[in-house]
C-alpha cells in the first residue's frame, strides 16, 4: 500500500500536527509490510460503505481525526459526518457514514475507532463532572495526568467535555509544590525565585490552612488545596477572602465533587478525566458496495 496522503480535514488543535499524528500511527500499525491481511483477502477496486455507531450514551469526540485516517489511505472517500464533536448522543446513534476503498478502509479502521473511542471516553467522563458542578460556580479543570503524546488530544477532548485546561505542560506557570518548597529553604523563598525569574503565574499548593497566608504573603497568584475535605476547603477559601482564585485538587470522584464546589473554590481540578476514562463503546460496520 501506498505511503498515507496529507489529510483534508479542518480540524486543528494548537500545538498538535494531525498529518504527522496520522502517518506515525499508520505507520505503527502497518510495520513497512502493510495489511497483509485486507491485501490477501479483498480484491483491489472492492468498494465499501460503513457506519461508525455509538452503542453506550456518549459525548462525542475526534470524529474530524478518524476521518483524517481514512482520508491518508483513500483521498477518494466519501465521509459524511452525522453529528459534530461536543454532541451528545444516546446509544445506537449514527456517527460517521464512509464510502470508498474497502482495502483502504479496513486498514484505518483500528486507529480511527482506537482514537475516537479513547476521546469519546475522556469527553464524555469530563461531561459527566461538569455536569455535578452546574449551579455551584466551580469551573472544571484537567491535570497533566495524560498518555506521553497524546496531551494535547487529551486536552481537546476535556475540552469537548466541558473542562478548561490546566497548565499544558511544566512552562506555561509555575506550580510549587513541597518538594520545590523543601529544597528552596520553604513556601516563600520559592515564590519569591518564581516571580524574580519573571514568571507571571505562581500556583502554590498547600495541604494545611496555616500555609495559606505565608503563600499569599510571598506573592501566590494561586493556590491549589490539596486534599482537604470540603469543610476545610471552605474554611479556606473564607481566609483566602478572594485574593488569589482558589484551586481543590486531590481525590475528587463523581460522589464528591459538588460538595466540593459548593465550598466557594474557583476551580476543581480532576486527574480521573485522562487518567481513568474508559474508552467509549464505538463500532464502525462495513458492507460491500
Do not use: C
Not at 452546574?134 to 476535556?158: F, H, M, N, S, V
Not at 519569591?192 to 501566590?220: K, N, T
Not at 488545596?225 to 485538587?249: C, F, H, K, Q
Request: aromatic share 4%; charged share 20%.
Amino acid at each position: 500500500m501506498s505511503s498515507p496522503a496529507a489529510t483534508s480535514t479542518t480540524f486543528a488543535v494548537p500545538g498538535f500536527d494531525l498529518d504527522a499524528f496520522v502517518v506515525a500511527t499508520l505507520a505503527e500499525d502497518l510495520g513497512g509490510a502493510g495489511d497483509i491481511t485486507s491485501a490477501a483477502v479483498i480484491p483491489a477496486g472492492e468498494r465499501f460503505t460503513g457506519i461508525m455507531d455509538s452503542r453506550d450514551a456518549i459525548t462525542v469526540a475526534g470524529l474530524p481525526i478518524a476521518e483524517a485516517f481514512f482520508r491518508a489511505l483513500d483521498p477518494r472517500v466519501r465521509v459524511e459526518r452525522l453529528v459534530e464533536d461536543g454532541a451528545r448522543v444516546a446509544a445506537g446513534t449514527d456517527l460517521l457514514r464512509l464510502e470508498g476503498s474497502a482495502r483502504a478502509l479496513l486498514t484505518a479502521e483500528r486507529a480511527a475507532l482506537n482514537t475516537v473511542q479513547h476521546l469519546s471516553g475522556i469527553a464524555t467522563l469530563t461531561r459527566a463532572y461538569a455536569d455535578k458542578l452546574l449551579g455551584t460556580g466551580a469551573t472544571l479543570l484537567d491535570t497533566r495526568k495524560t498518555l506521553p503524546g497524546l496531551r494535547r488530544l487529551e486536552k481537546y477532548a476535556t475540552r469537548v467535555g466541558g473542562a478548561e485546561n490546566h497548565r499544558m505542560g511544566l512552562w506555561d506557570a509555575a506550580m510549587i509544590k513541597d518538594n520545590h518548597a523543601a529544597v528552596a529553604g520553604g513556601v516563600a523563598e520559592a515564590v519569591r525565585r518564581a516571580l524574580a525569574a519573571g514568571i507571571a503565574e505562581v500556583i502554590v499548593e498547600v495541604d494545611r490552612v496555616d500555609q495559606i497566608e505565608p503563600a499569599l504573603a510571598a506573592g501566590a497568584t494561586r493556590l491549589l488545596l490539596d486534599n482537604m475535605a470540603p469543610p476545610v476547603l471552605r474554611g479556606a477559601v473564607t481566609l483566602v477572602g478572594g485574593r488569589v482564585p482558589t484551586e481543590a485538587s486531590g481525590g475528587v470522584t463523581l460522589e464528591t465533587i459538588r460538595a466540593i464546589g459548593e465550598t466557594g473554590v474557583t476551580y476543581v481540578s480532576v486527574g480521573r478525566l485522562t487518567q481513568s476514562a474508559p474508552a467509549a463503546d464505538i463500532g464502525l460496520d462495513f458492507a460491500a458496495v
